[in-house]
């Protein structure tokens, strides 16, 4: 009787070894670990993607923010030459001189290439004047999908302290109550 328990043990210890040898066993022992280790630890892996993924946003906003009050649109430039007006040397003077580390100015482009050049180059001579000592400056041509104006080209110039009829209702025409008492 007792040789056939050694022989049951003897056989059970080499059958474990084998398993043990096999790979399939020790990758299974170690993922199943793994996942009891993670689900322990659980908020802790994940919360840096977390804030990431909830940061990056205001980043963008923070970038785009930036670029807009950067941006050197046309109401800064003379029509007849493209160079910059006084309000334009002044939007320079105070990008160059009130913006933290490394200014950049964006330019809108023109209508023609000779133009836009034109516009460049005024930017870039009016940054040069008023970056005394610091670091390097970018003057930028910002593509028209991502330049920012305040008021589109096509809008009419009114004034709102006007004192005749709005342009949405006709003279003439009686103003409908809609049900209203």
């Known amino acids: ?94 990008i160059m001189t009130q913006q933290p580390r490394h200014p950049i100015l964006y330019v809108q482009p023109a209508g023609t290439e000779r133009e836009t050049s034109e516009r460049l180059e005024s930017a870039r001579r009016a940054a040069e004047q008023y970056a005394t000592g610091r670091e390097a400056f970018q003057v930028v041509l910002v593509p028209i999908e991502e330049s920012f104006s305040s008021v589109p080209p096509d809008a009419p110039s009114h004034t709102w302290e006007s004192n005749g009829p709005s342009q949405r209702e006709p003279v003439g025409r009686p103003i409908e109550n809609l049900g209203k008492p």
């Open 1 to 94: 009787m007792r040789s056939i328990a050694i022989f049951f043990g003897s056989f059970v210890f080499c059958l474990i070894a084998s398993l043990a040898e096999a790979g399939w066993m020790t990758a299974l022992m170690r993922d199943m670990n793994r996942s009891h280790n993670r689900n322990h630890c659980w908020p802790q892996p994940f919360n840096l993607m977390d804030r990431q993924a909830v940061i990056m946003p205001f980043g963008l906003m923070v970038q785009n923010g930036w670029q807009k009050r950067n941006t050197i649109g046309r109401r800064y430039y003379q029509m007849e030459t493209g160079q910059l007006n006084e309000a334009g040397k002044r939007h320079v003077r105070s």
